[in-house]
């Protein structure tokens, strides 16, 4: 698919580009050549493919155990704050 200079210019308004006349002709091939790209990968017929969970068959992502490692100091960082009520961080109104 090759772009024309008003579909590169319409583009280019909404990506907020300022595109010159002497760099238009590079983007133009250049975005072209992407869409040709993007039209070939579409034409590739994917109907007895499966979704894979993972790119390598058999191998699984290691995770660590759920496991709590640190103590609860939600009293003690409450203790330094200017003001607190029912265990929430009171600020002050900054829209009105």
Do not use: C
């Not at 006349?21 to 869409?35: C, G, K, M, N, R």
């Not at 969970?53 to 490692?69: F, I």
């Amino acid at each position: 698919m090759s772009l024309t200079r008003e579909q590169l210019a319409s583009i280019a308004a909404l990506a907020r580009l300022d595109i010159t006349a002497a760099e238009a002709p590079v983007y133009q091939a250049s975005l072209s050549s992407i869409l040709d790209f993007i039209g070939a990968l579409d034409a590739v017929d994917t109907a007895s493919v499966k979704p894979m969970a993972h790119p390598l068959p058999g191998l699984s992502q290691r995770l660590r155990p759920d496991e709590v490692t640190e103590t609860d100091h939600h009293e003690q960082y409450q203790q330094n704050a200017p003001q607190v009520a029912s265990g929430l961080y009171l600020v002050p109104k900054v829209i009105e």
